[in-house]
């Protein structure tokens, strides 16, 4: 079994956007992952973030599209997805406060840490530095 990946906003959106620079990267990255039994995990927060910066990029079909994929692949159980309920945002809050001296990082990639935390993931889907910057042992792939 695959060790269990976060997928970041920004994965998603490499593996969607064509245009995107690191799309093949990212394609090729997500492509080996669920073929060889992979899940990811994300949550609704991120979903939310892709599907708004899709929307913009790309036309209504190609989004609609992948929305459609995104949910199947959560009916099917080929991806786990994790909604950000009252404690994982008030424990978000705490870490919002906590790192104060980093004020680049966005309250969504906070709830990120905390599910990532919770469930023991230490490899997540992202170009974001945030996620190494933040000292919980999270680690960039690919």
């Known amino acids: ?4 990946i976060f997928f970041d906003s920004w994965g998603w959106i490499a593996v969607v956007d064509r245009k995107d620079p690191y799309h093949k990267t990212a394609k090729h ?10 899940i990811p995990i994300t949550t609704d927060y991120i979903l ?5 910066v ?6 209504h079909q190609v989004v609609v599209k992948f929305g459609d994929g995104i949910f199947r692949a959560v009916t099917i159980e080929k991806l786990h997805l994790k909604l950000i309920d009252n404690g994982r945002r008030e424990k978000a809050w705490e870490l919002f406060k906590k790192y104060q001296d980093k004020p680049n990082i966005s309250f969504t990639d906070f709830t990120s840490f905390v599910v990532m935390s919770e469930f023991k993931i ?8 945030h996620f190494e910057k933040v000292n919980l042992g999270f680690k960039k792939v690919p």
């Open 1 to 4: 079994m695959k060790k269990p």
């Open 29 to 38: 990255f997500y492509e080996d992952y669920v073929n060889g039994g992979g």
């Open 48 to 52: 939310d973030e892709v599907l708004t």
């Open 54 to 59: 899709l929307r913009r990029r790309l036309t």
């Open 122 to 129: 230490r490899n997540v889907f992202t170009g974001d530095d």
